[in-house]
C-alpha cells in the first residue's frame, strides 16, 4: 500500500483516481493584443475555458504558419484530441484565418520534469466550423510526480475573407482514460466526520475544509 499527504489543490483530482481533462494552463508562441496591450479576449488561456466565443489568436507578423499553442497535461491515458479550428461563433469563422493542418506534439515530463517526446500527430482540417476529434493512440502520459504537455503547431492554413494575418484556435481539450484507483481516506486536517462525501460518487457532496490555509489530505491506495 502507498500512503500519501498532499496539500489541497488543483491536483489532487489526480491524487484521489479521479478521470479528468486536461484543464491545466495553455501557453502559446503569440498571442494577438489589442490598442491597449491587452490579450484577455485571444489569449491560450481561451482555448480551454469551454467557450466557442472565444478563442486563440496568434499574434505574429505573418500569417500564423509555425505559431503554436501548448498545454499541460495531466498524468493518465491520454485517447484524444477534440479540436475546434477558427474562431467562433460559426458566422465568424471565415473571416478569420484557421488552421489547414497542424502537428500535435506529445511530451512526457519525467520525475525531474524534463519533457521526452512521446508522440506526433498531424492532422489536416476540412475547411468547416466545427469540432474535431483527433486520436491519439492511448498514449501514457507522465510518471509518479508529473504529467506532460501537447504542443500543437500550425503547418498550413485557409485564408480568412477579413483577416488572412491572423490564425484562430477556438477550443483544444484532452480526453484521458477513466482509471479504477480505490483510495481510502485516512486523516485529514480537518472536518473527518466527513471524509465519505469524497468517494460517494456524487458532485452535489464534498468535504469541506475548516479554513482556507493548508488544509490536506492523507490517503492510501493499492501499489
Known amino acids: 500500500?502507498?500512503?500519501?499527504?498532499?496539500?489541497?489543490?488543483?491536483?489532487?483530482?489526480?491524487?484521489?483516481?479521479?478521470?479528468?481533462?486536461?484543464?491545466?494552463?495553455?501557453?502559446?508562441?503569440?498571442?494577438?493584443?489589442?490598442?491597449?496591450?491587452?490579450?484577455?479576449?485571444?489569449n491560450a488561456a481561451s482555448v480551454v475555458d469551454g467557450n466557442l466565443e472565444t478563442c486563440w489568436i496568434e499574434g505574429a507578423e505573418s500569417n500564423g504558419v509555425g505559431e503554436w499553442i501548448e498545454l499541460d497535461l495531466p498524468r493518465g491515458t491520454l485517447l484524444s484530441f477534440d479540436i475546434t479550428p477558427g474562431?467562433?461563433?460559426?458566422?465568424?469563422?471565415?473571416?478569420?484565418?484557421?488552421?489547414?493542418?497542424?502537428?500535435?506534439?506529445?511530451?512526457?515530463?519525467?520525475?525531474?520534469?524534463?519533457?521526452?517526446?512521446?508522440?506526433?500527430?498531424?492532422?489536416?482540417?476540412?475547411?468547416?466550423?466545427?469540432?474535431?476529434?483527433?486520436?491519439?493512440?492511448?498514449?501514457?502520459?507522465?510518471?509518479?510526480?508529473?504529467?506532460?504537455?501537447?504542443?500543437?503547431?500550425?503547418?498550413?492554413?485557409?485564408?480568412?475573407?477579413?483577416?488572412?494575418?491572423?490564425?484562430a484556435i477556438t477550443e483544444v481539450k484532452a480526453n484521458f482514460k477513466e482509471q479504477e484507483c480505490p483510495t481510502t481516506v485516512i486523516e485529514l486536517s480537518s472536518n473527518d466526520s466527513t471524509k465519505g462525501e469524497m468517494f460517494d460518487d456524487s458532485t452535489r457532496t464534498a468535504w469541506l475544509s475548516a479554513s482556507t490555509t493548508e488544509e490536506w489530505v492523507t490517503v492510501e491506495s493499492p501499489d
Not at 483516481?17 to 491545466?24: R, S
Not at 521526452?116 to 491519439?136: N, P, R, S
Open 1 to 42: 500500500m502507498t500512503r500519501m499527504t498532499a496539500l489541497i489543490t488543483a491536483s489532487l483530482a489526480l491524487l484521489l483516481g479521479v478521470p479528468t481533462l486536461a484543464l491545466a494552463g495553455a501557453t502559446a508562441s503569440s498571442e494577438l493584443k489589442d490598442t491597449w496591450g491587452q490579450s484577455s479576449a485571444t
Open 87 to 167: 474562431r467562433g461563433p460559426a458566422e465568424d469563422y471565415g473571416k478569420y484565418s484557421r488552421p489547414q493542418q497542424i502537428d500535435i506534439d506529445i511530451f512526457s515530463l519525467d520525475d525531474a520534469q524534463n519533457p521526452q517526446q512521446v508522440k506526433q500527430l498531424t492532422h489536416t482540417f476540412e475547411d468547416t466550423f466545427g469540432t474535431v476529434t483527433i486520436d491519439a493512440g492511448e498514449q501514457q502520459i507522465g510518471g509518479e510526480l508529473w504529467g506532460g504537455k501537447a504542443r500543437i503547431t500550425i503547418r498550413s492554413i485557409y485564408p480568412g475573407t477579413d483577416f488572412d494575418t491572423l490564425t
